[in-house]
């Protein structure tokens, strides 16, 4: 595994501190957020979501993730029915609440950020 594969990833410590922080519930249940259609085995709060996806850099520490349910998680990962930037939005203010000064630029991956400093 590459250096930047691995800084997306969620290790196993991480996972344990948002499933803590997040009391093991689903941010969007929690919020409210509609699930129309979900199944009791849709909303089961089994995942760790990124906020800034590692498709985009983002990094697998505990400021870019939260526990989502499987529903919400592959309804904000699809986007296919237009909810992804309302979720997205919520989900950066649920992070700022937590982390205030959270910048989103500050998660993502960048191997040369180092020789910037």
């Known amino acids: 595994m590459n250096r930047s594969t691995k800084q ?34 849709d909303l089961q709060p089994t995942d760790i979501m990124h906020c800034i ?20 998680h592959s309804l904000m990962d699809n986007g296919n029915k237009g909810l992804r930037p309302d979720m997205l939005m919520r989900f950066e203010a649920y992070l700022r609440n937590l982390y205030p000064g959270w910048n989103k630029e500050d998660f993502i991956y960048d191997k040369y950020k180092d020789l910037r400093r």
């Open 8 to 41: 997306r990833q969620f290790d196993t410590k991480t996972r344990k501190k948002i499933r803590e922080r997040d009391k093991g519930a689903c941010i969007f249940c929690t919020m409210g957020y509609p699930a129309k259609g979900a199944t009791w085995l």
């Open 53 to 72: 996806p590692k498709s985009q850099g983002g990094l697998g520490v505990e400021q870019n993730g939260a526990v989502g349910c499987r529903y919400h």
